[in-house]
Every structure is written in C-alpha cells, then in structure tokens.
C-alpha cells in the first residue's frame, strides 16, 4: 500500500464512512456497523477503494429494501448488528454469510473486473433467513 492508497482510505473513514453509517440508521431505524477489511482494499493499488461507492449503494438499496415497513426493521434488528466488507483479488472467493449478527460480504473489485452482489440478491439472501 502506497501512499495515495493510505490518503484515499483515511478520506474514506474519515468522510464516507460515518455518512454512509447514518444512511443506513436513517433506514433501518437503528445503527448498523460497517466493518472494513482495509488492507484488502488497499493491497493492490487505489482502483478497490474507487469502487468502494458502488458497494455501499448496493448495502443501502437492500437495507432499504428489507426495512420498507416496520415488521422489516425489527426483522432486521434482531438479526444483524454489523455489516463486513473484504475485498479478494480472486472472483471465486465472492459470496455473502450472514453469521452470528454479522453479514460478511466478499467482493473483487481488483483487476479489470469487478464482481459484487447487487441490492437484490443481498436482500434476497437476508430475507430468507429473518
């Protein structure tokens, strides 16, 4: 990790972090932590933090999507607490788990590709297990 990467994911902390947490407060009705695995975001050069914006889009969209009504937010209160994004340089590592309050998304956005779960199919794995 280089410098521009290490200025671009304090901007990141510091700036988008706590918005995109109170977006998501505003949502749900409650406060949901996002945990980022940094060093995966800034193993490779500044191109995964770039693309970190397309990511929180997708978690509000399903947040949002989950917490339409109020059966939806006590649904989602009781089963998540934290959200955890890693990023891998490897397209078969991408996949979502939602384990003991947490959803653990792994995302590749190394590379000229780009994998991620889309709002939809967040929400459709959620909303099976609530």
């Given at each position: 990790?280089?410098?521009?990467?290490?200025?671009?994911?304090?901007?990141?902390?510091?700036?988008?972090?706590?918005?995109?947490?109170?977006?998501?407060?505003?949502?749900?009705?409650?406060?949901?932590?996002?945990?980022?695995?940094?060093?995966?975001?800034?193993?490779?050069?500044?191109?995964?933090?770039?693309?970190?914006?397309?990511?929180?889009?997708?978690?509000?969209?399903?947040?949002?999507?989950?917490?339409?009504?109020?059966?939806?937010?006590?649904?989602?209160?009781?089963?998540?607490?934290?959200?955890?994004?890693?990023?891998?340089?490897?397209?078969?590592?991408?996949?979502?788990?939602?384990?003991?309050?947490t959803l653990f998304l792994t995302v590749q956005l190394v590379q000229s590709s780009f994998n991620s779960?889309?709002?939809?199919?967040?929400?459709?794995?959620?909303?099976?297990?609530?």
């Open positions: 990790m280089g410098l521009a990467e290490k200025r671009l994911a304090e901007s990141i902390k510091v700036e988008k972090l706590p918005a995109f947490e109170a977006k998501l407060k505003e949502r749900a009705g409650y406060d949901i932590k996002v945990d980022i695995d940094w060093n995966t975001f800034t193993a490779y050069d500044e191109y995964p933090l770039s693309r970190l914006d397309i990511v929180f889009d997708d978690v509000e969209s399903f947040v949002k999507k989950i917490c339409s009504d109020d059966m939806g937010k006590e649904a989602l209160k009781d089963k998540l607490s934290t959200i955890r994004l890693t990023n891998s340089e490897n397209n078969d590592d991408v996949k979502m788990e939602l384990k003991d309050d779960q889309t709002d939809s199919q967040i929400a459709n794995y959620v909303e099976t297990l609530l």
